[in-house]
């Protein structure tokens, strides 16, 4: 039984593809069925699941209730059927021990960066992770570097924290070549004028944008006549007030241009066409969008911090996140070096093919 109460954002992404692919897996298994607690703000899914072969969907009025259905009802409801095993996509507050719990804890940063959450929020995410961990038989996370942070936080046995890699959308993301867009006006839509470093995902202290924008700073007063943009392509978090008053400061509007969200299909333009992809996060419990990035044969550098080098390999060029000199001396390096470009994305096209939603569907069940 999964529970996939907590449908929004990233987790919808993880959810979703997870569900499709644990039904092609589970074909090839005896006397498998998986009841699904799915909301009903989650119609696609719901609808692409309706008489699949080994899926039920297990409706709950307290569903439509979402703090009451995550805070005790979902438990009572999966004791009520009976199954085998449970698993849920998230942490989440369990109150008491559940036939073969299995969870999915993608990180722990909010632990480790509490100054990236609001403090009610900060609260109940360490009450839902000890909860959940407390019961849990396996914990499933995105990768070893997770892995460690969890059993060293927690004091846990590394036998019971499996990794499995999460996936990206292949057919989405991909070379131009494969997949031809309407790139110019997409870009002038976002008012890109000119070649860019793009960063992808929520702008957050955590991100380290402020040292970003610095280190392109750097590199714009080195090269007086370089004609380069910097796009943050991402909605905006908590603490984003030290980013905006930099821009303004250093008068950079109109060269740095923050996006907000965008549709996938602006995405994947966006990394086609990007000049480069950087990702300096001081911490990230997997890095999707380098994958992304790479499958869309962008070059990538990025931090040498947590789990990026267990992500990108050798397909990106790293950096120390807390020096703004290093950063703006790999962005100045990949840009001057062609070679050094195409050698990254030919090993970043490669890299990618490693990771698949199929791969952590299998892993998972």
Known sequence: ??????????????????LRQMERVSRGFDHFRLHTFIPSEAEIERNALVGRQGFELAPHPAMRFRRLWRRGVFALAARGLKADAVFMPCPGPVYFKLTSLAITVHDIIPLLFPEDYRAPRFARARR?????????DLIFTDSECSKRDMASTYQLPPERIVVAHLGFDSDLFQPKRCNPSNGPGVLQRYGIDRPYVLHTGVLSPRKNLVRLVRAYQLLLNRQKHLSLQLVLCGHEDWGCEDLHRLIQESELQGRVILTGSVPDSDLVV???????????????????????????????????????????GDAALYFDPESEEEMAAALEKLLDDSALRRQLVDRGMERAKRFSWESCARTTL
């Open 1 to 18: 039984m999964l529970d996939q109460g907590y449908f929004r954002s990233g987790l919808n992404r993880y959810c979703a593809n997870l």
């Open 128 to 136: 839902h992770l000890k909860s959940s961990m407390r019961w849990a």
């Open 270 to 312: 966006l990394y086609q066409e990007a000049a480069c992809c950087a990702m300096p996060s001081l911490y990230e419990g997997f890095g999707l969008p380098v994958l992304e990035a790479m499958a869309s044969a962008s070059p990538v550098i990025c931090s040498n911090r947590s789990s990026l080098p267990e992500i990108a």
